[in-house]
């Protein structure tokens, strides 16, 4: 059964208007003009929902109640503000004006931000809609990943220190030349940089070379080995707690836009103009969840991820640098997310979305055109309108492939900085360092395909 409830304690606000001449014969300042506006501030709630009667007998069963609900919260805030206009005529005449209180304008409403509206946040959902549903056939240990580098694995592990230990030696060989090429050029007076040189020189750029190759080294070799034989370590050991019958899986992402604009209005019948300065900013937040039960117990190709569904997902991770595209957009988690969930289904799921949005309305430099020239004093006025909702409806969406909303962030993270500028050297100009039995584990997660003597140009 769906109800419906409204809440509200909006109130009246009054606005007072004044006007008067001062001179020979004319009366002193009468009272002001009010005019009331009702339901003009306050906090005004809207809720719907589905109520289930019997709720308790279903829960005390082990059944699940989702059911949809909206809930809007509005309030409106009003500031105060007086404005006095004056216009002289003669020496012995003078118009004069006032405005007192604020509600010169239309209750605040979102409509008035609507050919400002900010980006649309459904991205934002498809994005957690996808990377929920990616983690729901993600296996514990990627098998399938492992094969496909099993050769480059067993390479590496034949002498694991070796590789980077030749190129530690050739780094030292080389700052050790450099260092005495330098001392050289000291002692006999002859600039370090040569007159009309650009760029480096080929002591310095093959130093940079070995400096390249020894941070690939340990980002690309080193540390994947160890997650690698970590997990598969974990792996082997028996599970102390066996696995759930249900298991949730979920999902959350913010997201906050904010934009600024201006305009004009006018009060008293169009006689008074004024500018208007808005300010809107939208705070929001989705989150997906999705509950399973598993009809099978795991099963041993299930738990090392050798499933024949997990193949699409094991390819992309065996792409050439897959991982600095999965950086920008959510593609490696898009395959995971449609590939089939076996063994197990669906038995509920539900999408929450939070907005809390904010418009303030600020007007001053009140003046009067027929008034010319005028003068105006007075405080600035301002409203807001905050409006937040909550919204809880069934099922989720399909997954697709989108930009990530924190995508710039890369360009914030140092290390995957470094890793954009080293690897797009190495792609472009073969620039990394000129040593013996790098490890293959580097190329194989940076897609350099070549023999490890080859691969220095």
Aim: glycine share 8%; with cysteine; charged share 20%.
């Amino acid at each position: 059964m769906i109800r419906e409830r409204n809440r509200s304690d909006l109130t009246q606000v009054t606005q007072k208007a004044t006007w008067w001449n001062v001179g020979p014969g004319y009366p002193p300042e009468p009272s002001p003009d009010l005019t009331v506006l009702y339901d003009q501030e306050g906090t005004s709630e809207h809720m719907r929902d589905t109520s289930t009667p019997s709720f308790d007998e279903i829960s005390s069963r082990g059944g699940i109640v989702n059911t949809d609900m909206l809930n809007v919260k509005s309030t409106w805030q009003m500031g105060k503000g007086s404005f006095l206009f004056t216009k002289v005529w003669s020496p012995t005449f003078t118009q004069h004006g006032r405005l007192s209180d604020y509600g010169w304008l239309s209750r605040l409403e979102l409509s008035e931000a609507a050919g400002h509206s900010l980006p649309g946040f459904d991205s934002l959902v498809t994005e957690v809609t996808t990377r929920a549903l990616s983690t729901v056939t993600r296996p514990d240990f990627s098998g399938l990943v492992s094969m496909g580098e099993l050769g480059e694995t067993l390479r590496y592990l034949r002498d694991p220190l070796g590789a980077t230990m030749r190129l530690a030696s050739s780094f030292q060989d080389r700052v050790s030349r450099l260092y005495l090429i330098e001392q050289k050029r000291a002692r006999s007076g002859r600039p370090l940089v040569k007159s009309g040189q650009k760029g480096l020189n080929r002591d310095d750029a093959a130093i940079l070379r070995d400096l390249q190759g020894l941070y690939l080294e340990f980002r690309y070799g080193v540390r994947p080995l160890v997650r690698e034989v970590t997990s598969f370590l974990e792996n082997l050991r028996e599970r102390e707690i066996p696995r759930p019958k249900r298991q949730t899986f979920r999902s959350s992402q913010k997201q906050f836009d904010d934009t600024s604009w201006s305009s004009t209005g006018s009060a008293v019948g169009g006689g008074v103009l004024f500018d208007i300065d808005y300010y809107y900013k939208r705070d929001a937040s989705v989150s997906v969840g999705m509950l399973y039960e598993y009809d099978t117990h795991m099963t041993l190709p299930e738990r090392w991820g050798l499933e024949l569904g997990q193949i699409p997902s094991a390819a992309w991770q065996l792409v050439s640098c897959s991982f600095i595209v999965d950086w920008f957009a959510n593609v490696g988690q898009f395959v995971s997310a449609i590939t089939p969930a076996a063994g197990m289904r669906r038995i509920n799921a539900w999408t929450v979305t939070k907005t809390d949005e904010l418009l303030v309305r600020s007007t001053g430099n009140y003046f009067i055109p027929s008034w010319d020239p005028h003068g105006t004093s007075g405080s600035r006025g301002s409203d807001s309108l905050r409006v937040k909702s909550y919204i809880r409806s069934r099922g989720v969406g399909l997954p697709g492939i989108v930009l990530k909303a924190n995508a710039s962030d890369t360009f914030s993270d140092l290390a995957k900085v470094l890793d954009l500028i080293t690897i797009t050297q190495s792609k472009l100009g073969g620039s990394m360092a000129r040593a013996q039995g790098v490890a293959t584990s580097v190329a194989r997660r940076t897609g350099t395909s070549r023999p490890p003597h080859q691969w220095y140009g």
